[in-house]
């Protein structure tokens, strides 16, 4: 077919029940002008290496599942384009997280992160009974419609320093949602999620290397979040001080 070229592809190999270490295999094939990188691994697991496991599930940029690390950068396989690599492509799993085989990451304890900021509209019950829908404007949106674009992808964790060097930090993409409700009109939970945000692995753990930014597919800006959080949280924590010595 016009068009085709022959690529290599060096996938990183793991199961941890049965290798004491990962190992990469190699395949060459035959690739289609308009794949992208997710098209290729499905078509090494369809006709060349059924063993291969790697996830994916909407193909449209929307699920986030199918995060990669190739060529050494955290990317979003069903988004990323193989025209942009030369003859050899290495593909290998996100970083920071376990491996459970192959390119296949383990994210249930970053999903524990995420639950800690407290991701949903905390408001009074009584409020929402008496004053009914709650209308927003156009500018009361916009304040925090950015940060609510993550597709919890998790490449933000992969480029990440501070994750590698820090387990316990909440993490770019749990403190930009935590920031985006602190941001929502709607919401009473600021004074909860900023307690968290100053704790031990919060938001001033952060060493502003913007990687995350970077590397984001949806452009949620999530260390803009992170340094907003950090001015906001500076402010409310000097204004708790003077209140509590007396002030109004």
Same mark, same amino acid.
């Given at each position: 077919?016009?068009?085709?070229?022959?690529?290599?592809?060096?996938?990183?190999? $793991?199961?941890? +029940?049965?290798?004491?270490?990962?190992?990469?295999?190699?395949?060459?094939?035959?690739?289609?002008?308009?794949?992208?990188?997710?098209? #290729?691994?499905? &078509? !090494?697991?369809? &006709?060349?290496?059924?063993?291969?496991? &790697?996830?994916?599930?909407?193909?449209?940029? @929307?699920?986030?599942?199918?995060?990669?690390?190739?060529?050494?950068?955290?990317?979003?396989?069903?988004?990323?384009?193989?025209?942009?690599?030369?003859?050899?492509?290495?593909?290998?799993?996100?970083?920071?997280?376990?491996? !459970?085989?192959?390119?296949? @990451?383990?994210?249930?304890?970053?999903?524990?992160?995420?639950?800690?900021?407290?991701?949903?509209?905390? @408001?009074?019950?009584?409020?929402?009974?008496?004053?009914?829908?709650?209308?927003?404007?156009?500018?009361?949106?916009?304040? $925090?419609?950015?940060?609510?674009?993550?597709? %919890?992808?998790?490449?933000?964790?992969?480029?990440?320093?501070?994750?590698?060097?820090?387990?316990? =930090?909440?993490?770019?993409?749990? !403190?930009?949602?935590? &920031?985006?409700?602190n941001q929502d009109s709607r919401d009473e939970g %600021? #004074?909860?999620?900023?307690?968290? =945000?100053?704790? +031990?692995?919060?938001?001033?753990?952060?060493?502003?290397? %913007?990687?995350?930014?970077? @590397?984001?597919?949806?452009?949620?800006?999530?260390?803009?979040?992170?340094?907003? #959080?950090?001015?906001?949280?500076?402010?409310?924590?000097?204004?708790?001080?003077?209140?509590?010595?007396?002030?109004?």
């Amino acid at each position: 077919m016009e068009g085709e070229t022959k690529k290599t592809f060096v996938v990183t190999r $793991f199961d941890p +029940d049965q290798d004491e270490a990962p190992r990469t295999d190699t395949y060459e094939i035959t690739v289609q002008p308009d794949w992208k990188v997710l098209d #290729a691994l499905n &078509h !090494i697991k369809d &006709h060349v290496d059924p063993t291969l496991s &790697h996830r994916w599930s909407c193909r449209m940029a @929307v699920c986030g599942s199918c995060g990669m690390n190739v060529n050494g950068e955290p990317k979003l396989t069903c988004k990323d384009a193989l025209s942009d690599y030369g003859d050899t492509v290495e593909v290998a799993p996100l970083a920071n997280f376990p491996v !459970i085989r192959d390119l296949v @990451v383990e994210m249930e304890g970053f999903m524990e992160k995420f639950k800690a900021v407290k991701p949903w509209i905390m @408001v009074a019950k009584e409020r929402a009974i008496e004053e009914g829908t709650y209308r927003q404007s156009p500018e009361e949106l916009d304040a $925090f419609k950015q940060f609510s674009m993550c597709i %919890n992808c998790m490449l933000c964790y992969s480029a990440c320093p501070v994750v590698s060097a820090e387990p316990d =930090f909440l993490g770019p993409a749990a !403190i930009a949602l935590g &920031h985006r409700y602190n941001q929502d009109s709607r919401d009473e939970g %600021n #004074a909860e999620r900023n307690e968290v =945000f100053r704790d +031990d692995g919060g938001v001033f753990a952060c060493s502003f290397a %913007n990687e995350c930014s970077e @590397v984001c597919p949806k452009n949620v800006d999530p260390s803009g979040a992170v340094q907003q #959080a950090k001015l906001l949280n500076v402010i409310d924590w000097a204004t708790g001080l003077v209140v509590s010595r007396g002030g109004k």
